[in-house]
């Protein structure tokens, strides 16, 4: 399975994106971390304190949905809030929900989904402050840990905040294990 996890180089919630990074390798996913730049990504704990800094493997200018099997996207209120207008990152998103692959979005990350127009008429739960962006980009909000919706074409994998991270990095790798067969299939022809 190739994962491809999409950030901005400032802002990302440092456990939004690291947790659910190290879930996928150790279920044995491929995972590129494409960010706006191959530059260091600066993540912060809470919005506030500076956090690690990861290597981007890529730019998302530069990779290609059709490479990849799931797509999914960090939280960070200020990564999301440049995220969400990232015109590379929109194409992104809606390339996967159009080919049937999952994507995946936690806490803030759904600001994304919204302005890639993925969300109407999905099941989909988020940071509580996004529900009525959510609720006007034609989504139903819950207030559940995670929240999978696959009625819509692709499975939508969704999650509300950091403490909800082993019950959504659970759920990505579920969710693409479910998939292995078709993956498989999808790299043979």
Not at 14 to 20: I, N, S, V
Not at 137 to 145: C, E, F, K, T, V
């Given at each position: 399975?190739?994962?491809?996890?999409?950030?901005?180089?400032?802002?990302?919630?440092?456990?939004?994106?690291?947790?659910?990074?190290?879930?996928?390798?150790?279920?044995?996913?491929?995972?590129?971390?494409?960010?706006?730049?191959?530059?260091?990504?600066?993540?912060?704990?809470?919005?506030?304190?500076?956090?690690?800094v990861?290597?981007?493997?890529?730019?998302?200018?530069?990779?290609?949905?059709?490479?990849?099997?799931?797509?999914?996207?960090?939280?960070?209120?200020?990564?999301?809030?440049?995220?969400?207008t990232?015109?590379?990152?929109?194409?992104?998103?809606?390339?996967?929900?159009?080919?049937?692959?999952?994507?995946?979005?936690?806490?803030?990350?759904?600001?994304?989904?919204?302005?890639?127009?993925?969300?109407?008429?999905?099941?989909?739960?988020?940071?509580?402050?996004?529900?009525?962006?959510?609720?006007n980009?034609?989504?139903?909000?819950?207030?559940?840990?995670v929240?999978?919706?696959?009625?819509?074409?692709?499975?939508?994998?969704?999650?509300?905040?950091?403490?909800?991270?082993?019950?959504?990095?659970?759920?990505?790798?579920?969710?693409?294990?479910?998939?292995?067969?078709?993956?498989?299939?999808?790299?043979?022809?």
């Open positions: 399975m190739n994962v491809l996890v999409l950030t901005t180089n400032y802002g990302v919630e440092q456990d939004e994106l690291t947790r659910p990074v190290a879930a996928l390798r150790e279920a044995g996913a491929a995972v590129t971390v494409a960010a706006q730049r191959v530059a260091p990504i600066l993540t912060l704990v809470s919005d506030r304190r500076p956090g690690t990861v290597a981007a493997d890529a730019a998302m200018g530069e990779v290609m949905a059709q490479e990849y099997d799931a797509v999914v996207v960090p939280g960070g209120t200020l990564n999301a809030d440049r995220l969400r990232d015109r590379d990152a929109q194409r992104l998103v809606g390339a996967f929900a159009k080919a049937g692959k999952p994507v995946a979005a936690i806490c803030h990350g759904p600001w994304l989904l919204v302005d890639s127009e993925v969300v109407r008429g999905r099941e989909v739960t988020s940071y509580p402050s996004l529900r009525t962006d959510i609720e980009g034609g989504g139903s909000w819950h207030d559940r840990q929240v999978i919706d696959t009625s819509g074409g692709f499975p939508l994998i969704t999650s509300r905040r950091p403490g909800d991270l082993d019950a959504f990095s659970a759920a990505l790798v579920r969710t693409l294990q479910s998939r292995l067969p078709a993956a498989r299939e999808r790299a043979q022809s």
